[in-house]
């Protein structure tokens, strides 16, 4: 016997609604995808700067590779240069056309690390790899040294001919600079550790012999893990 259709109304309002795993579920909606932010878009229109100091001893070396340092800040990696010769300073600024907002930092770096002495083929390592790194140190962070003995600590870093330096750098795939009392490496954070290392046991006075076999057993290791 069929209910009449006001008891079978009643009777669903007694059960309540029906469950939610009853119902269909809605088709969420689309994932919005946004572009990208260019540099000038992040900084609220506001264009970034970025200026370097030059060296008495750099500007001739500055003028000399101009354009080797100018061509790729400007065409690759769509960044404004220019040389203000009175203020003695490079200076750096992003365009509307910037790819990206870190591309302004690696040509800071890439100017400064050619200032600290850097040939412009090493220095642009630092365009192109985004693990680089320049650590700069003085032989006085390390030890107290005045007179003959700092002469012959900095005679023990480059070895006849640079033959110690060029020792380390092509154990520890980095590029050394010595100028004066003040040291920069340029490379990777692992490699400059080990090269870094090395250099201090030569300041604190290890025969070049010792720091080699160190080396060899560094860079051999250094080899297995990459």
Same mark, same amino acid.
């Given at each position: 016997? !069929?209910?009449?259709? #006001? ?5 669903? %309002? ?9 119902? $269909?579920?809605? *088709? ?12 000038? %878009? ?5 264009? /970034? ?18 354009? !080797? ?6 065409? /690759? ?18 365009? +509307? ?5 870190? +591309?302004? /930092? ?42 003959? +003995?700092?002469?012959? *600590? ?9 033959? &110690?330096?060029?020792?380390? !750098?092509?154990? &520890?795939? &980095? ?5 004066? &009392?003040?040291?920069? =490496? ?5 490699? =400059?550790?080990? $090269?870094?290392? #090395? ?19 560094? #860079?051999?290791?250094?080899? !297995? /893990?990459?």
């Amino acid at each position: 016997m !069929e209910l009449p259709a #006001s008891s079978a109304a009643m009777e669903t %309002e007694a059960n309540g609604p029906p469950p939610s795993s009853a119902v $269909a579920p809605s *088709a969420a909606p689309p994932k919005p995808l946004f572009q990208a932010l260019k540099p000038h %878009e992040m900084s609220d229109g506001k264009i /970034q700067f970025r200026k370097v100091p030059v060296p008495p001893n750099r500007f001739a070396p500055l003028k000399k590779n101009w354009m !080797e340092i100018y061509t790729p800040i400007y065409e /690759q990696m769509k960044v404004d240069i220019r040389m203000n010769l009175k203020a003695k300073r490079v200076e750096l600024k992003t365009r +509307h056309d910037t790819p990206d907002v870190s +591309h302004l /930092q690696k040509c800071a770096d890439f100017v400064n690390a050619f200032m600290l002495g850097f040939d412009i083929c090493d220095a642009l390592a630092l365009l192109r790899l985004d693990d680089l790194y320049v650590d700069s140190f003085e032989i006085k962070d390390v030890k107290t040294l005045r007179g003959e +003995h700092l002469s012959r *600590a900095i005679g023990r870093l480059s070895g006849k001919g640079g033959k &110690t330096k060029f020792a380390i !750098e092509n154990s &520890t795939r &980095t590029r050394i600079v010595i100028a004066d &009392t003040k040291i920069h =490496i340029l490379g990777s954070f692992v490699n =400059i550790k080990v $090269a870094r290392d #090395s250099l201090c046991s030569l300041i604190l006075g290890s025969p070049a012999g010792k720091v080699y076999s160190k080396l060899r057993a560094v #860079s051999a290791r250094l080899a !297995e /893990q990459y």
